[in-house]
């Protein structure tokens, strides 16, 4: 079965400053790796996907993760941080049916970004 | 805006009441997935319904359950209430031929058992 940790609850980062989010995830094949943002009173947003291919993954609003294999990681960056980028950040992996996974995406606990003007 | 709404907004129970929750999906989608979002945890899922059939099940107990309708709309009912039933439940609708990616998530009802 997958698995997801997101080892930071809370990030706090200035306006304008670059963001990094870590995310860790557990499988033995190739994961399904996504990140959704969610802000009060909305659903999740779909930021960026990876499925296969290029590692470096570019998603909506500027954001942009990295595959890494060696690591089991699949972080989310952001050159410069928006006041309106303040949102609940959460990691979610799947995994192909076929290779012993599931479909259905694990998601971690999620990462809260508080950002000062 | 996904095109998924969710009803009602908010709502509050007795520990051991019943509660169904509604959902209307985007245009097209015949899959809908349920999840539980407890305060400070990520979404847990606890169905899939595909063409008005249960489609796969997370680790939650018979108590939940659901319904899907030919016009996509969908209802999660719980019965028996918990305190641990509290949480943010989402829906999230998609069309198994798009995969994981294309999964859209309504804003969620917020389910208060006291």
């Known amino acids: 079965a997958q698995s997801v940790t997101q080892p930071d609850i809370h990030i706090t980062v200035s306006e304008g400053a670059s963001l990094e989010l870590r995310c860790n995830y557990s499988y033995g094949a190739t994961p399904y790796l996504f990140w959704y943002v969610q802000s009060p009173g909305q659903g999740l947003q779909l930021l960026l996907k990876y499925f296969s291919g290029d590692t470096l993954v570019q998603g909506i609003k500027g954001f942009e993760a990295e595959f890494k294999r060696s690591q089991s990681s699949f972080n989310l960056r952001k050159p410069s941080v928006h006041w309106s980028d303040a949102a609940e950040y959460f990691c979610a992996v799947g995994a192909d049916p076929e290779s012993g996974g599931s479909y259905i995406p694990t998601f971690g606990r999620g990462t809260s970004l508080i950002v000062h003007p | 805006e996904t095109g998924v709404t969710q009803s009602p907004t908010h709502l509050i129970k007795t520990r051991g009441q019943q509660v169904t929750l509604r959902c209307s999906s985007q245009?097209?989608?015949?899959?809908v997935s349920w999840y539980q979002q407890a305060l400070g945890q990520g979404p847990q899922f606890i169905f899939q319904?595909?063409?008005?059939?249960?489609?796969g099940r997370g680790n939650f107990p018979p108590r939940f359950s659901g319904l899907q309708f030919p016009n996509y709309s969908s209802e999660l009912n719980v019965n028996a209430l918990e305190l641990d039933d509290s949480a943010l439940y989402l829906c999230a609708s998609s069309r198994p031929d798009r995969g994981l990616d294309e999964q859209y998530f309504g804003p969620g009802t917020r389910l208060t058992v006291t």
């Open positions: 245009s097209g989608h015949n899959t």
């Open positions: 319904y595909y063409r008005e059939e249960e489609n």
